[in-house]
């Protein structure tokens, strides 16, 4: 018995916090990726496709999305097992039921909106716990122990939620699992969705994770698991396939010396298309630096498949050279010049002096941004 287990699709999510072309393409990848579980599924040849939750990412996804994600599902022929999450719950009025009055929904796909065993082509009994609200904090898996199921078929539990005591959230976070709920249930494996990343929890329990890569944070996303059951009693075998296309990287960068930069524009140099790249930097940078650091930024936005660049952190701190060099015409040039003479003018510790110099920070700051306007930043989203 060969099954693929997978999760967290969050089909139809919107990525506001990209340049509009980028949040497109990324909206295209969940789509692609189902195509790609699709298409291993059948070079598996597995018995069922299980997705534990989470198969939307809001109930008001548009019509099109849905029929587009049944769409990707078509190479693979055989019974998908489609479970509600907190993201698309099983509501009295939910994405689910639209689904349905759509049509959209092939034979081969079995949407798990309530709780009962669900017997598989004779060949497996499926136990599905689907939220039907957004957050509860009972276990929906509890009556899997007592449920009946025919002798001599495999017993798959399919769940979304927090198993308790294992991951890094309360152990009164919504949606608690038990943690021993394979073994006290008398379950062959437990097909867990909810956290983002792959996860074993025990030897029949496992959390799959999102098969296309969604935030920055390293949780050994991108995968679906490969369950097979040589028989009865038998631990399952299970082994990760690679499904995600992009790389989300984190590159947290901190100037100190002028060698710092150099370390910094190789890393930026050697990003690809297939990244999706933080960009976080902080420190000192004298104007030339500045200049260097933001063509960089500028070749590695039109290089990767998507970039957030956060430079709060990073103070421009021009060299004696850089202020010297600073030009401007009219009034502001009139000031320019008042400026050097009060910074020359005066001790290093004269208050004037001081004042002096300041100002001219600021205003080299100004310039230079006047003479390389930076892109805008992208606006902040979840």
């Given at each position: 018995?060969?099954?693929l287990?997978?999760?967290?699709?969050?089909?139809?999510?919107?990525?506001?916090?990209?340049?509009?072309?980028?949040?497109?393409?990324?909206?295209?990848?969940?789509?692609?990726?189902?195509?790609?579980?699709a298409?291993?599924?059948?070079?598996?040849?597995v018995?069922?496709?299980?997705?534990?939750?989470?198969?939307?990412?809001?109930?008001?996804?548009?019509?099109?999305?849905?029929?587009?994600?049944?769409?990707?599902?078509?190479?693979?022929?055989?019974?998908?097992l489609?479970?509600?999450?907190n993201?698309?719950?099983?509501?009295?009025e939910?994405?689910?039921?639209?689904?349905?009055?759509?049509?959209?929904?092939?034979p081969?796909?079995?949407?798990?909106?309530?709780?009962?065993?669900?017997l598989?082509a004779?060949?497996?009994?499926?136990?599905p716990?689907?939220?039907?609200q957004?957050?509860t904090h009972?276990d929906?898996?509890?009556?899997?122990?007592?449920a009946?199921?025919?002798?001599?078929?495999?017993?798959?539990?399919?769940?979304?939620?927090?198993?308790?005591?294992?991951?890094?959230?309360e152990?009164?976070?919504?949606?608690?699992?038990?943690?021993d709920?394979?073994a006290?249930?008398?379950?062959?494996?437990l097909?867990?969705?909810?956290?983002?990343?792959?996860?074993?929890?025990?030897d029949?329990?496992?959390?799959?994770?999102?098969?296309?890569?969604?935030?920055?944070?390293?949780?050994?996303?991108?995968?679906?698991?490969l369950?097979?059951?040589?028989?009865?009693?038998?631990?399952?075998?299970?082994?990760?396939?690679?499904?995600?296309?992009?790389?989300?990287?984190?590159?947290?960068?901190?100037?100190?010396?002028?060698?710092?930069?150099?370390?910094?524009?190789?890393?930026?140099?050697?990003?690809?298309?297939?990244?999706?790249?933080?960009?976080?930097?902080?420190?000192?940078?004298?104007?030339?630096?500045?200049?260097?650091?933001?063509?960089?930024?500028?070749?590695?936005?039109?290089?990767?498949?998507?970039?957030?660049?956060?430079?709060?952190?990073?103070?421009?701190?021009?060299t004696?050279?850089?202020?010297?060099?600073?030009?401007?015409?009219?009034?502001?040039?009139?000031?320019?010049?008042q400026?050097?003479?009060?910074?020359?003018?005066?001790e290093?510790?004269?208050?004037?002096?001081?004042?002096?110099?300041?100002?001219?920070?600021?205003?080299?700051?100004?310039?230079?941004?006047?003479?390389?306007?930076?892109?805008?930043?992208?606006r902040?989203?979840?």
């Amino acid at each position: 018995m060969r099954l693929l287990h997978t999760a967290d699709w969050q089909i139809g999510r919107i990525y506001a916090q990209f340049e509009p072309d980028d949040a497109q393409a990324l909206f295209e990848a969940r789509f692609q990726v189902v195509e790609r579980l699709a298409a291993l599924a059948r070079q598996h040849e597995v018995h069922a496709v299980l997705v534990a939750g989470d198969v939307f990412d809001a109930q008001t996804v548009s019509d099109k999305t849905i029929r587009r994600l049944f769409n990707a599902m078509q190479a693979y022929a055989g019974p998908w097992l489609l479970l509600p999450g907190n993201h698309d719950a099983a509501l009295a009025e939910s994405v689910w039921q639209r689904a349905h009055r759509l049509g959209a929904v092939p034979p081969n796909a079995i949407t798990c909106l309530q709780p009962g065993v669900q017997l598989v082509a004779d060949r497996l009994a499926v136990l599905p716990a689907p939220l039907v609200q957004r957050h509860t904090h009972a276990d929906l898996t509890d009556w899997f122990a007592a449920a009946a199921t025919p002798a001599g078929l495999p017993r798959i539990g399919l769940a979304h939620g927090c198993v308790q005591g294992v991951l890094p959230e309360e152990l009164d976070s919504a949606n608690p699992i038990a943690a021993d709920r394979a073994a006290s249930a008398g379950l062959d494996y437990l097909a867990m969705g909810d956290w983002h990343g792959t996860r074993r929890i025990d030897d029949r329990c496992w959390y799959a994770g999102t098969p296309e890569t969604d935030r920055f944070k390293a949780n050994d996303s991108g995968q679906a698991l490969l369950v097979t059951l040589a028989g009865p009693g038998a631990p399952p075998q299970v082994q990760p396939l690679p499904t995600g296309r992009y790389r989300w990287r984190q590159l947290d960068a901190r100037l100190a010396v002028p060698s710092d930069l150099d370390d910094i524009l190789r890393l930026l140099e050697a990003t690809g298309p297939d990244d999706v790249l933080q960009f976080r930097v902080a420190g000192l940078c004298d104007l030339q630096g500045q200049r260097r650091l933001q063509a960089a930024v500028d070749s590695a936005r039109a290089r990767v498949r998507a970039l957030v660049h956060e430079a709060h952190g990073l103070r421009l701190e021009p060299t004696p050279e850089d202020l010297a060099a600073l030009h401007a015409d009219g009034y502001v040039g009139e000031v320019l010049q008042q400026l050097r003479a009060d910074q020359a003018g005066g001790e290093a510790d004269d208050p004037q002096a001081r004042t002096a110099r300041d100002a001219l920070l600021i205003l080299a700051r100004l310039l230079d941004e006047q003479a390389a306007p930076s892109p805008a930043r992208p606006r902040a989203g979840a």
